[in-house]
Each structure stands twice: as C-alpha cells, then as structure tokens.
C-alpha cells in the first residue's frame, strides 16, 4: 500500500517556476514507478512525467519536454516535478500516482495509487 500527499502548488504568472512534491507512506514506496498527471476543468486527466523505481529512466509528454523535470528521492519518500517556464495553459490539478510496472505510462488506469492532488494556476 502506497498513500501519497502532494503539495507545492499555487498561484504564479506566466514564465515562473513552481516545484512539486509527493511525498508517500509505505514502506515499498521505492519499489514502485511513480507519475505525474494534471487534470483541467472539463479536460480528461493528462499524463505530464513518470519516473522508475530507481530513478534512472524517466518519461515527459510531448508539451513539457524541456520545461518539467522528474526526480525522487526514495530515502525521503518523495517525488518532485520542477515546472519550468509556465504557461497559463499549464493551468490544471496535479495528481501523483504510483503504479508496479514500467509500461503504459500515460494510461491513467494502470496506476493503482493516486493523491487529492494540488492546484496549480498560471496567469497570463
């Protein structure tokens, strides 16, 4: 079992930095792959960023290579997602999920465990 809390989120204008954090309880947390979605009003949740277990492979969505960075810390039990250079379209709900195998990464299904995630707003 896997609980997961993120926080970090806020209000910034366009062009800013935000970093976000996961933080979870469990004792096999670094066993699992851990991922980064968002969710905007009337829009289907997106896959943004996932990281494996180790933390040597990572995977971004098209739109944020280059401005999102995933990294853990699995002795701190923690996830970050370092937004770069945000746009008011990066303007969502940010939920950390968590999930066992390295596959299907932007299927929101397969990921069994999820936060109440944490509202980031970007203005123009």
């Known amino acids: 079992q896997v609980q997961l809390v993120e926080s970090g989120g806020g209000l910034v204008q366009a062009g800013d930095s935000l970093r976000l954090s996961c933080a979870a309880s469990?004792?096999?947390?670094?066993?699992?792959?851990v991922g980064w979605f968002r969710q905007a009003p009337g829009k289907e949740r997106e896959f943004q960023a996932a990281?494996?277990?180790?933390?040597?492979?990572?995977s971004y969505a098209d739109s944020v290579k280059g401005r999102f960075t995933i990294s853990r810390d699995n002795a701190q039990k923690s996830v970050y997602l370092q937004m770069n250079s945000l746009k008011p379209e990066d303007t969502a709900v940010y939920y950390c999920?968590?999930?066992?195998?390295?596959?299907?990464?932007?299927?929101?299904?397969?990921?069994?465990?999820w936060g109440h995630g944490t509202q980031v707003t970007v203005s123009s």
């Open positions: 999920a968590a999930k066992e195998t390295w596959n299907n990464l932007p299927s929101s299904q397969q990921y069994g465990y």
């Open positions: 469990g004792r096999t947390f670094s066993g699992y792959v």
């Open positions: 990281i494996s277990w180790s933390g040597v492979s990572t």
